[in-house]
């Protein structure tokens, strides 16, 4: 189920909160008005505004009133409504009980711009209104009583305006307040077993979030120290491996030449000093940052197949390096010696007797260890390099997987496939910073 | 050859110790860095094999207390695989050689004929592999009885090779020792030397093998 997101609840919360809050400010507004009988146009300001706009001229100079909607809605609502209009000839048009003595006064208010006027003396709210207003015929002076009634529309429309603004950016609001735990959430995708030290900012969330950060970093850091035990486990029970094996294989060397079984007692020797290298070696590569350094892959690979070719020439098979040039990379010298080690002796197990390898280095970073063995299977290619995984009955033990965690640090791959010389070939290809 | 072993592991010390015994040396064990600092002040050993990992420290510190006391009896460490840095310090401080755990016997007798060639010790005059001797003193090689007829440059090549037996010998390393600082090397005449060597090895059956490792350089071993 896809977990509803926080940014649109909060966003349908709070729009939900605002529009029923303001129907029920609005619904009280209207109950008080309604009930004061204050819901209306008290200055007398929009009655005239209709009034002016739907003044028409007949060809004759007389002044008519135009049936509009929003007359017709005016006197509809207010039946009593008196108003008086006069243009500058003098024609009148009166509408209701005009009281005769404000008709006496438009007629001395023709100068005058607009007024509000009260000549009943009642308290705060004028009576009746005056204005000059321009139409298509020419100037008119309306006067209108005050108090008619307000359409909702004309009352509420700068609230409801208003309103609609502030729902509107409700989103963006709650989208900057979540920024922080975003930009946090980012930062979270960063944490790999390779950087457990990374921990989430406090700085960027707010203080309701904090709790549940401090947590997860807390979480982080003892998760942190079980794997930093469990690691210093594995490569501590590799490291006491060893003594033990070098034990063994110094007894079974020293065993006379003929006694039965003696070359298969030294082959498992080795293979088991092998993996408990493997181990160590894997443990140093998660363990210790890699030194990157100008290192010549040619020199590296021909130091490797130095050190291995007793091994190689015990095993009955042949090596040789072809390296036609100088090739330099940014690089961790040692864990490449130790792919490069572990690409041999996996084409010593998997080549056999008398097999060929050829170790090959070529621009821009790229170290190819061939070998004239039986091959991988196309389809065992993608999985060889699991740990432990066994092709053909022989543990492929831990050697490609080291291999290829090497090329993952140096941002490099291994690529398996078959080589010219009728057998596999591993290239362990990595990143072109040449130096 | 006296030499003397600083492991605290019983086992490995006591396979250690018959192993060099089978090679007819004489071996004092020490299980600790006190033990060995006693035993190395006392007895003249012609070679120290010292473990890192002591009940009572750094093997590192019995070669450090042995210079500054002015011996300078050689010293092999043996270290983990693969840690540069270790196998480094090792060396700084004083070490003259190290072996990963785990080694062969073949590899161990390598060093321990490399060390003991140095000036400081010449107990062993004549190297051996297989049925091919070679006698320092005089500079002949030979095949059981009978001496082996190589040219200056031939003999250099074998000698290099066999105080190596088991190990690779760079190419770089054989041409410096054929040529020394001589302008008229020839990378291409090595390979020339070498395969009349390893014919005349072959005719007279001396049980060695040299093993061509293109591109990198040679190695010498038994046969099997």
């Known amino acids: 189920m896809k977990p509803r997101s926080l940014r649109w609840r909060l966003v349908g919360n709070l729009v939900l909160l605002q529009v029923v809050a303001s129907l029920l400010a609005l619904l009280g507004v209207i109950a008080i008005f309604g009930a004061v009988g204050r819901f209306v146009d008290e200055g007398g300001e929009r009655t005239v505004q209709i009034i002016g706009r739907s003044i028409e001229h007949t060809a004759d100079g007389k002044l008519v009133l135009g049936a509009t909607s929003e007359v017709q809605r005016l006197l509809g609502a207010a039946p009593n409504l008196w108003f008086v209009v006069r243009n ?25 711009e607009r007024s509000a006027l009260d000549l009943a003396e009642s308290v705060g709210r004028p009576a009746a209104r005056f204005e000059r207003i321009d139409t298509d015929g020419g100037t008119v002076n309306v006067m209108v009583q005050a108090g008619a009634p307000l359409s909702l529309v004309d009352k509420f429309k700068w609230i409801a ?35 457990l030290e990374t921990r989430l900012p406090m700085t960027q969330v707010a203080a309701e979030i904090q709790p549940l950060v401090a947590a997860v970093n807390r979480a982080f850091d003892r998760l942190d120290e079980g794997y930093k035990r469990h690691e210093r486990f594995l490569a501590d029970a590799a490291h006491e491996l060893r003594t033990p094996i070098a034990t063994l294989r110094i007894q079974i060397e020293s065993l006379p030449q003929n006694t039965r079984g003696k070359p ?47 091994l190689v020439i015990m095993n009955g098979c042949s090596i040789a390096v072809d390296a036609p040039d100088s090739v330099r990379v940014r690089a961790d010298v040692t864990s490449i010696e130790r792919a490069v080690a572990n690409l041999i002796q996996n084409a010593i197990e998997h080549g056999g007797e008398g097999c060929e390898i050829r170790v090959g280095v070529y621009p821009p970073a790229t170290i190819e260890v061939s070998d004239s063995g039986p091959g991988i299977p196309e389809d065992q290619r993608g999985r060889i390099v699991e740990p432990f995984y066994r092709l053909r009955a022989r543990g492929a033990g831990l050697g490609l997987h080291l291999v290829s965690e090497v090329a993952r640090i140096h941002q490099g791959r291994l690529e398996i496939g078959s080589s010219d010389l009728g057998g596999a070939s591993m290239r362990l290809v990595l990143a072109t910073i040449t130096s | 050859l006296k030499i003397l072993v600083v492991e605290d592991d019983s086992d490995l010390a ?40 002591l009940p009572d420290g750094d093997g590192l510190a019995l070669i450090e207390f042995l210079r500054r006391s002015g011996r300078s009896t050689p010293a092999l460490v043996l270290t983990a695989m693969g840690e540069v840095t270790e196998r480094v310090r090792s060396l700084d401080r004083g070490a003259d050689d190290y072996l990963a755990k785990p080694f062969s016997i073949d590899e ?93 090895l072959e005719q007279s059956g001396a049980g060695v093998e040299i093993h061509a490792i293109r591109g990198v350089g040679y190695l010498l071993k038994t046969s099997a």
Not at chain 1, 88 to 109: F, I, K, T
Request: proline letters at 3%.
């Open chain 2, 108 to 200: 161990l007798m390598a060093r321990i004929r490399a060390l003991a060639r140095r000036p400081v010790v010449r107990a062993q005059q004549i190297s051996v592999a297989g049925r091919l001797r070679f006698d320092h003193e005089s500079r002949q090689f030979q095949v059981g009885d009978k001496p082996l007829a190589l040219t200056r440059r031939e003999l250099l090549v074998l000698e290099t090779l066999l105080l190596s037996t088991g190990r690779t010998v760079f190419r770089q390393r054989l041409l410096e020792r054929i040529y020394g600082d001589a302008d008229d090397i020839r990378s291409n005449s090595l390979d020339a030397h070498v395969s009349r060597v390893r014919s005349k």
């Open chain 1, 88 to 112: 500058s000839q003098g024609y009148e048009l009166r509408h209701g009980d005009v009281p005769p003595r404000y008709v006496a006064l438009l007629r001395v208010l023709d100068g005058k």
């Open chain 2, 14 to 53: 006591q396979a250690l110790a018959s192993a060099l015994h089978d090679h007819s040396m004489v071996v004092d064990i020490a299980s600790s860095l006190r033990e060995a600092m006693n035993l190395a002040v006392d007895a003249d050993h012609d070679i120290l094999i010292v473990d890192r990992g």
């Open chain 1, 264 to 310: 298969r007692l030294l082959r498992a020797t080795t293979r088991l000093a092998t993996l408990a290298e493997q181990l160590l070696d894997l443990q140093r590569l998660t363990r210790e940052p890699a030194s990157i350094d100008s290192v010549d892959l040619r020199l590296v690979c021909e130091r490797v197949v130095g050190d291995l070719a007793p």
């Open chain 1, 161 to 195: 305006t208003a309103y609609l603004v502030l729902v509107a950016h409700t989103p963006f609001v709650i989208r900057r307040g979540l920024a922080g735990t975003v930009a946090t959430a980012a930062k979270a995708e960063h944490i790999d077993i390779d950087r």
